[in-house]
């Protein structure tokens, strides 16, 4: 039993990271899907290329949630049944790992930033915060979100360490995912990291609307 719980934990948060809300909202509000234009990336950012502001802000919370929702949970609630900080560094990661590889959805996701955003507020809010201000920072004055996600995401294991021991406690499990995470987000955009450096990415709010 001392193993079950977080393995169940960890499963139920790589499922719910499986639900791809970018084409589960865009079947609802009747939209193309979000896999068959503009990145082709099933992600808020591609989804606010069909021009649909509300549908966008949708999949960006609901992303946003399913990453929060699992770490939030195990945090509140965890210890009477042996869930620690490893639980919650590795609830974070599926959820993570659901978004970019879903299950229910042949194993082709996003690329996790919105995902990776609700785990980092799980873990702490005040974390979140500092990712989501560096977002914003980085898209305002670049307009670009692809840098702005890149910044956030090598950022944050920085905050993270140095922030340790005054607003959280430092733990190394969670540190690690929050690394992972970071990798696997440059990863995933490694074609961006491409157009940046030739000068063709598309700045924010210049995406072709899909046909």
Not at 18 to 23: M, N, T
């Amino acid at each position: 039993m001392e193993m079950l719980y977080p393995l169940l934990a960890t499963l139920a948060a790589y499922l719910l990271g499986s639900l791809s809300f970018a084409v589960i909202v865009s079947r609802v509000m009747g939209l193309n899907d979000p896999r068959t234009f503009g990145s082709k990336n099933p992600g808020a950012t591609n989804v606010l290329r069909s021009g649909s502001k509300p549908a966008a802000i949708a999949t960006l919370l609901l992303d946003g949630v399913k990453g929060w929702l699992p770490v939030a949970l195990v945090g509140w609630y965890g210890k009477p049944y042996g869930l620690d900080d490893g639980t919650i560094a590795l609830v974070g990661l599926a959820a993570f790992l659901g978004h970019l590889y879903p299950v229910f959805f042949k194993f082709v996701g996003g690329k996790g930033v919105a995902t990776a955003l609700g785990v980092l507020l799980g873990i702490h809010w005040a974390l979140g915060l500092m990712a989501i201000i560096t977002w914003l920072i980085m898209a305002y004055t670049f307009r670009f979100s692809s840098l702005a996600s890149l910044s956030a995401a090598l950022l944050a294991p920085v905050y993270y360490v140095m922030w340790g021991g005054t607003t959280w406690y430092t733990e190394t499990p969670i540190l690690l995912a929050i690394c992972v995470m970071g990798m696997l987000l440059v990863y995933r955009h490694r074609d961006n990291i491409s157009r940046l450096l030739q000068g063709k990415e598309s700045r924010l709010g210049k995406g072709k609307k899909p046909g």
